[in-house]
C-alpha cells in the first residue's frame, strides 16, 4: 500500500496520522460533530465521506442507539434525541436532549413511521402539485438532510408510507398505498429503492385489498403492520376481522398471516419488535397508571402462524412511579425492557421502563424539549445515527 494510502497528508493538514487512526477517533464522535469536521478541509470531507468510514461510523453508532423524539408545533414538526440508556437503573433521574432539525407540514398531520437506519419517511404529510402527483419526503435527523421523493401519479390527496429494509441487499425501501384507490384495485401499491441514482416508483402486485390501521415494523426483512382486509372505505368505523400485513423488502412481495388472528390483534395494538420476533400488544388505546398488566402475543412461527402468549403484571411500585397521564409503549430494547412514553408532552416528560427479568420499574425524566405543553409527540427508541449522503 502506498505511503499516501496509509496516511492523511502532511502537506494538505500538517500532521501525517495513519487512516486506521483517524477512522478510530472520528467514528466515536456525533454526527454533528462530523459535519463540522467534513468542512475543516477538501481532504477532510473526502476522508468523512468514505464509504469504509460512514459503515464503521453506522456500525459504531447502532451499538450505541438514542432515543428519538418528534412533535409538532406551529406548522412544524421537530426533531429531537437523547442517549438511550441501555441499564437503566434507580439511580438515572434525567436525560438531556439535542435538536436535530426541523420541516414544515400542512395543518393536522404530522404522521412519521418508525426511523431505519437513521432514516424517517413521512407517513402521511404529502405535497400536492396541483393535479399531477403527490411528494412525500425521507429526511435523516442526524444529519439535517432531506430528499424529496418523486411525483406519485395520483389525483388522491391522501397517502400512506412505510418503510423497510433490505438486509440481504442493504437497502432502505419506501412502500406507497393510497388511502383511497388501493382498495378498489389491489395493484396500486408502489415501492421506491432510498439510495440510488434515479429514484423511481415502481408497481407491485398485492392479491389481497386491505386498509392499513397500524404503523409498521421492518423485523429482519420484514415489513409488518395490522389491516382491515374486508372494508374498502375509512368509514364506517372498522369491525374485526383483522390481518397482519407481512412486506418482504426483498422480493417485494405481500403475505398475510389471518389463522386464529380475531382473538389477538384489535385496531389499537401496537408492533413491536421481541427479541427477533413479532409482538402484538393488545391494549385500550394507552397504558397508565391504573394499568395492571401487559399482554403480548408474539409471533413464533411465522410459516405455520404460531402464536404464543406472554402475560406480565406489573408491580406495585407501577402506580407509585408513573405520572397521571397517558403513556404509549414504543418498543422493546435488547436487554428485555418495555419502554413507555408519555403520549403528550407537559411541564415534566418521562421515559419509563419496565424490566420484564428483574421486574422493576424506573423513570427518567427527558429535558430540553420544552418549554411545550399539550402536544402529542412521537417517540422511537433504537434510532442510529448514519452520515452517509442520501
Known sequence: MRLRQKHVSKEENGHTLPFDLFDEIFSRLSAKTIARCRCVSKL?????????????????????????????????????????????????????????????????????????????????????????????????????????LPKVRTRRDEAITYLGYDPINKQVKVLWMSLCSRLRNAKEHQVLTVGVRNLSWRKIECSLPHYPLSAGICINGVLYYIADR???TPKPRFPKPYTVVCFDALSEKFTFINQALDNKVERCSTLINYTGKLGVLRHDNYFDRNTTNLELWVLDDIEKHKWLIKIHVFPPLWRNLVPYTRLNIVGMTDNGEFVFSAAVLRDAFYIIYYNVEKNTIVRVEIQGIGPVSRQEIYTFIDHVEDIKRM
Open 230 to 232: 374486508n372494508k374498502t
Open 44 to 148: 477532510w470531507s473526502s476522508i468523512l465521506h468514505r464509504p469504509h468510514f460512514t459503515d464503521r461510523f453506522l456500525k459504531i453508532s447502532s451499538a450505541r442507539p438514542q432515543l428519538l423524539f418528534t412533535f409538532k408545533l406551529n406548522g412544524k414538526c421537530l426533531f429531537f434525541s437523547s442517549p438511550q440508556p441501555l441499564n437503566p437503573d434507580e439511580n438515572l433521574s434525567l436525560i438531556a436532549t439535542n435538536h436535530h432539525m426541523c420541516f414544515r407540514t400542512r395543518t393536522g398531520s404530522c404522521g412519521i413511521n418508525a426511523p431505519i437506519r437513521g432514516l424517517l419517511c413521512t407517513e402521511n404529510v404529502w405535497l400536492k402539485d396541483g393535479y399531477n402527483g403527490l411528494k412525500a419526503m425521507v429526511y435523516n435527523p442526524s444529519t439535517g438532510q432531506s430528499i424529496t
